[in-house]
């Protein structure tokens, strides 16, 4: 019986403080919005300020998890979390139907392409290669959310090459378009600039 409560109490230690493998190393690296939310659980007690900043690159790219967990944590206040209240709102998306948005995103809907991209970014079902293909899709026919979404992988150089520039365009398109997301993240570049510095020596 103590045995059984003691295991169940160490478990989230160990899991917290055990090593992670490579593949999930070079997924953090290469800014998968899952991998970094999970590893930042991982690091949180070891250093939370790095934990802390891999979770807001998750959160950026609308990794719901990331989102919610922001959003309870004391050192987030004021605007930001306002922001991240928003986005976690309105973002909603549903596994059980990938066939449906498919079959709509190959039909031009950009709503449904914009979805198998969300379905994506919080690891359900859908391959990167085949997510990136609707994000664009959806960013071409000028989705606001899309351009946003691609707006911040360029701007990190996540799945692409990092150009700001062409990034801090994509952002302008879509606030234009009425996004208030991208609108935030120009505002507040300051605060966003260098969250990607923290991937620089992740380690096991």
């Excluded at 970094?36 to 991982?42: F, I, T």
């Excluded at 997510?131 to 707006?151: E, F, I, M, R, T």
Aim: proline share 3%.
């Amino acid at each position: 019986m103590y045995l059984r409560l003691l295991l169940i109490c160490l478990i989230p230690f160990f899991f917290n403080h055990a090593p992670a493998n490579e593949a999930i190393l070079k997924k953090v690296k290469d800014g998968e919005a899952y991998a970094l939310y999970e590893y930042g659980q991982r690091l949180y007690f070891k250093d939370p300020s790095k934990a802390i900043d891999l979770m807001m690159l998750s959160a950026l790219q609308n990794n719901v998890e990331a989102l919610n967990f922001l959003i309870s944590h004391d050192g987030i206040d004021g605007d930001l979390k306002i922001f991240l209240k928003d986005r976690a709102s309105t973002i909603s998306f549903d596994q059980s139907n990938i066939d449906d948005l498919q079959k709509l995103g190959s039909e031009d809907d950009s709503f449904a392409q914009y979805q198998l991209w969300l379905l994506y970014i919080n690891g359900e079902f859908i391959p990167k290669p085949k997510a990136y293909v609707w994000l664009k899709k959806a960013s071409g026919n000028q989705y606001p959310d899309a351009l946003y979404s691609l707006g911040i992988l360029y701007y990190y150089g996540f799945i692409v090459p990092e150009q700001r520039g062409k990034a801090l365009k994509l952002l302008q398109e879509s606030t234009a378009l009425g996004s208030s997301n991208a609108q935030f993240f120009l505002d507040n570049l300051e605060k966003f600039k260098y969250l990607n510095k923290s991937l620089i020596d992740i380690k096991g």
